[in-house]
Antibody, heavy 121, light 107 residues
Framework: EVQLVESGGGLVQRGGSLRLSCAAS????????MNWVRQTPGKGLEWLSYISSTSSIIYYADSVKGRFTISRDNAKNSLSLQMNSLRAEDTAVYFCTRDLIGYDGDAFDLWGQGTMVTVSS | DIQMTQSPSSLSASVGDRVTIICRASQSISTYLEWYQQKPGKAPKLLIYAASFLQSGVPSRFSGSGSGTDFTLTISSLRPEDFATYYCQQTYRASWTFGQGTKIEMK
């Protein structure tokens, strides 16, 4: 089955760190660009970070630049998001997503189920 | 960042209705516009990419149009499973941004 499964969410104190993981299966992970997106009731959907298939290109949203680090391990079919200096406003459901292949835009054609991150103040 | 504004924020409709959602970008994004559907407790699902291309497996009652700054998502005849929240997203320039969503509720 083609799927993405996130893990690593939980409760963390303000200023703390958390590492999210996304396990890919059912497709050739190394061929796809990937992203992290989060969702909160207040701010809706927010794209956070992009990594190309070979990790040669990485982008971050300004809201997480310098605090979050995206990485991937194509040998392990795994995507990660290291989150440091967490703030209350980072509380959200975090999704990993796959870019639609063959399109020079960045539509997300596959999403994980999401993992909840709660930052306590 | 490019701002995406959807209208309306919510609408009430009945099964069989034709529904149109508008998405406006704060600057021209060519046709780098995607549409998603999200149901409660689920991840978003890609419906339309590149403004007007139907994603594989999506029913043909969904269609998209537009270019530049103004875009529309149309559901030609609403079905019960279409009651959900719809989001547009621009992928013209990183950082990619989403609209605030349009919730379709049952009248």
């Amino acid at each position: 089955e083609v799927q993405l499964v996130e893990s690593g969410g939980g409760l963390v104190q303000r200023g703390g760190s958390l590492r999210l993981s996304c396990a890919a299966s059912g497709f050739i992970f190394s061929s796809f660009d990937m992203n992290w997106v989060r969702q909160t009731p207040g701010k809706g959907l927010e794209w956070l970070s992009y990594i190309s298939s070979t990790s040669s290109i990485i982008y971050y949203a300004d809201s997480v630049k310098g605090r979050f680090t995206i990485s991937r391990d194509n040998a392990k079919n795994s995507l990660s998001l290291q989150m440091n200096s967490l703030r209350a406003e980072d509380t959200a459901v975090y999704f990993c997503t796959r870019d639609l292949i063959g399109y020079d835009g960045d539509a997300f054609d596959l999403w994980g189920q999401g993992t909840m991150v709660t930052v306590s103040s | 960042d490019i701002q995406m504004t959807q209208s309306p924020s919510s609408l009430s409709a009945s099964v069989g209705d034709r529904v149109t959602i508008i998405c406006r970008a704060s600057q021209s994004i060519s046709t780098y516009l995607e549409w998603y559907q999200q149901k409660p407790g689920k991840a978003p699902k890609l419906l339309i990419y590149a403004a007007s291309f139907l994603q594989s497996g999506v029913p043909s009652r969904f269609s998209g149009s537009g270019s530049g700054t103004d875009f529309t998502l149309t559901i030609s005849s609403l079905r019960p499973e279409d009651f959900a929240t719809y989001y547009c997203q621009q992928t013209y320039r990183a950082s990619w941004t989403f609209g605030q969503g349009t919730k379709i509720e049952m009248k």
